[in-house]
């Protein structure tokens, strides 16, 4: 019988700025169907609420996500799989920097999940992996195509096929991952300095950054400047920028106002 329930809290920290997401779902935050609709469900709360500028996945227990719920897949049926991956990479369509935090394992859909943030920061027992192959099945939820963009065709090749799992150390080398910590305390010492950082600068600046980068990329080079030169042009015209040349000039630190 498939799994059913699981967790994703959010509850909003910083005056309302930042929201905080939570897996909870036992020792492996196993990821069911129903949590996979719930992670676009809060993303879409989040995306609509302009007050919030950042966002921070984590998981509570033991480990990240050891995965989804795979006996469950055997009660869906072929055709309502086609747009698997849209509910759970909903970060990736946010217009607001997202941060995941992650301990323990992270396999599978976790995984790929955490492929689609922006911001990936792990502690020294942090393992990956997309484990499908061992179940005759391969990743479904973006994980070829965006761990190929992060690691390089060859490596994600070798770890998608052969299932292989990802050290912390090695997915710090490949720049899979921002910072690796030694602990969850200091993993959240981490998550906090970075989002102090994101907190302290424009949110239009940052939203716009984030989708010329995530536009750009895949784009012809020329194609990606030219997007680059006519969000640098818009930016100019923005409350934020005027005041950020204005805090510049006063050596006094900036007030912005997402504008």
């Known amino acids: 019988m498939a799994l059913i329930g699981g ?21 492996f935050n196993i990821i069911t ?6 992670m676009a469900e809060r993303f879409a709360e989040i995306d609509a609420d302009r007050q919030i500028q950042v966002v921070v996945i984590r998981a509570e227990g033991e480990h990240f996500t050891s995965g989804g719920d ?22 990736a369509r946010s217009p607001k920097p997202v941060i995941t935090a992650v301990d323990g394992y992270c396999f599978g859909v976790g995984f790929e999940m955490a492929l689609s943030t922006d911001i990936r920061l792990a502690t020294t ?9 061992r179940l005759g099945m391969m990743p479904g ?20 096929l052969t299932a292989s799992r990802i050290s912390a150390q090695q997915a710090l080398d490949w720049g899979l991952v921002a910072s690796v910590s ?15 950082t994101l907190l302290g600068y424009s949110a239009i600046a940052l939203r716009t950054a984030k989708e010329v980068l995530d536009r750009g990329v895949d784009a012809p080079l020329a194609t990606g400047v030219e997007l680059e030169r006519k969000s640098y042009a818009m930016l100019r015209s923005t409350h934020d920028f005027a ?5 510049f000039d006063d050596k006094r630190a900036p007030t912005f106002e997402g504008r």
Do not use: W
Not at 33 to 38: G, I, K, N, V
Not at 182 to 196: F, G, P
Not at 243 to 247: I, K, L, P, S, T
């Open 141 to 160: 939820s973006g994980g070829t195509q965006r761990l190929a963009r992060l690691i390089g065709l060859s490596r994600a090749k070798y770890h998608v």
């Open 243 to 247: 005041e950020g040349v204005a805090a």
């Open 182 to 196: 030694e602990d969850a305390e200091a993993l959240a010492d981490e998550v906090e300095r970075v989002v102090q």
């Open 70 to 91: 795979i006996r469950g897949f055997m009660e869906v049926e072929p055709y309502e799989l086609t747009d698997l991956g849209q509910d759970v990479t909903a970060p």
């Open 125 to 133: 027992r942090t393992q990956f992996a997309l484990p499908e192959m």
């Open 33 to 38: 169907m129903e949590t996979r609709r719930l």
């Open 7 to 27: 967790e994703i809290r959010l509850d909003r920290s910083h005056d309302g700025r930042v929201a905080n997401l939570t897996l909870s779902h036992g020792r």
